[in-house]
Nanobody, 122 residues
Framework: QVQLVESGGGLVQPGGSLRLSCAASGIIFSINDMGWYRQAPGQQRELVAIISNSGITNYADSVKGRFTISRDNMKNTVYLQMDSLKPEDTAVYYC????????????????WGQGTQVTVSS
């Protein structure tokens, strides 16, 4: 079994900052990409940021220059530092981890966190 535990969401004023964390635990042999997605009410889930196991990052245009994704491979944890938050950043944020559990006989597959609410409002 693999578990992803997210933390760090909450209510913040426009212009404020939040830091999200997502820790993967359980039987894990290797982790590939780690990323953050978000889903606002009535909207489709969208990619926010992704980081490869070599540290290459990619961001949605809407968050470039404001959000920073990072990872700690020793802790199997991915972070999302969110600065200069805007009301349109309000959404449930989900972490996604692409990993394989065993050296042999298991493919890489995606796992999702439970989601954490981020609300940007004055």
């Amino acid at each position: 079994q693999v578990q992803l535990v997210e933390s760090g969401g909450g209510l913040v004023q426009p212009g404020g900052s939040l830091r999200l964390s997502c820790a993967a635990s359980g039987i894990i042999f290797s982790i590939n990409d780690m990323g953050w997605y978000r889903q606002a009410p009535g909207q489709q889930r969208e990619l926010v940021a992704i980081i490869s196991n070599s540290g290459i990052t990619n961001y949605a245009d809407s968050v470039k220059g404001r959000f920073t994704i990072s990872r700690d491979n020793m802790k199997n944890t991915v972070y999302l530092q969110m600065d200069s938050l805007k009301p349109e950043d309000t959404a449930v944020y989900y972490c996604n981890v692409n990993l394989k559990q065993y050296r042999w006989g298991s493919p890489f597959r995606d796992y999702w966190g439970q989601g954490t609410q981020v609300t940007v409002s004055s």
